[in-house]
T-cell receptor
Framework: DAGITQSPRHKVTETGTPVTLRCHQTENHRYMYWYRQDPGHGLRLIHYSYGVKDTDKGEVSDGYSVSRSKTEDFLLTLESATSSQTSVYFC??????????FGQGTRLTVV | DAKTTQPTSMDCAEGRAANLPCNHSTISGNEYVYWYRQIHSQGPQYIIHGLKNNETNEMASLIITEDRKSSTLILPHATLRDTAVYYCIVDRGSTLGRLYFGRGTQLTVWP
């Protein structure tokens, strides 16, 4: 398996609280991505990064922010969690010209 | 960024070939066609990719039309373990770019 780890794997949080999900890689890949997956919607891109401190929005970025202060870590933050952000979140890593590798996912429940 | 269109679902008898179509009519010359699959709730996994020529590996074959506007993923002898969601995406490769996965095709292999 590619060296990509998501943490936590499961989390239950209350509405209005901040939440940070972490994606850690040991592959030194340039690109990192955050997706959410919901029934009937497939995988939707939230944010992605193309280098340290270089990030951009995806399809469903509202309510989310990201940071990448070093190559190996890409953080996804929900500033004030809402029930609509209950989902499974996947991180992916990639180098130019290669396939993407995905983490095992984080199941987030906002109650 | 080019987007893809796939049927929502397909089914196939075990042992038969599964042919999964994908339309990418707006693909540009430097974009590759990639296929991934997602089994149950795991992270998606890479299957195969190509630019112009047909490709084959131990998992599948990829047939790309001459005008590159569509492609077909072929699983030559489908098994029950091939039941999964299959995603077709286009990827520019070396330049920064979003990876849009969409909803994919749910392939069900029946005994």
């Amino acid at each position: 398996d590619a060296g990509i780890t998501q943490s936590p794997r499961h989390k239950v949080t209350e509405t209005g609280t901040p939440v940070t999900l972490r994606c850690h890689q040991t592959e030194n890949h340039r690109y990192m991505y955050w997706y959410r997956q919901d029934p009937g919607h497939g995988l939707r891109l939230i944010h992605y990064s193309y280098g340290v401190k270089d990030t951009d929005k995806g399809e469903v970025s509202d309510g989310y922010s990201v940071s990448r202060s070093k190559t190996e870590d890409f953080l996804l933050t929900l500033e004030s969690a809402t029930s609509s952000q209950t989902s499974v979140y996947f991180c992916a890593i990639k180098s130019g010209g290669t396939e993407a590798f995905f983490g095992q996912g984080t199941r987030l429940t906002v109650v | 960024d080019a987007k893809t269109t796939q049927p929502t679902s397909m089914d196939c008898a075990e042992g038969r070939a599964a042919n999964l179509p994908c339309n990418h009519s707006t693909i540009s010359g430097n974009e590759y066609v990639y296929w991934y699959r997602q089994i149950h709730s795991q992270g998606p996994q890479y299957i195969i990719h190509g630019l112009k020529n047909n490709e084959t590996n131990e998992m599948a074959s990829l047939i790309i039309t001459e005008d590159r506007k569509s492609s077909t993923l072929i699983l030559p002898h489908a098994t029950l373990r091939d039941t999964a969601v299959y995603y077709c995406i286009v990827d520019r490769g070396s330049t920064l770019g979003r990876l849009y996965f969409g909803r994919g095709t749910q392939l069900t292999v029946w005994p």
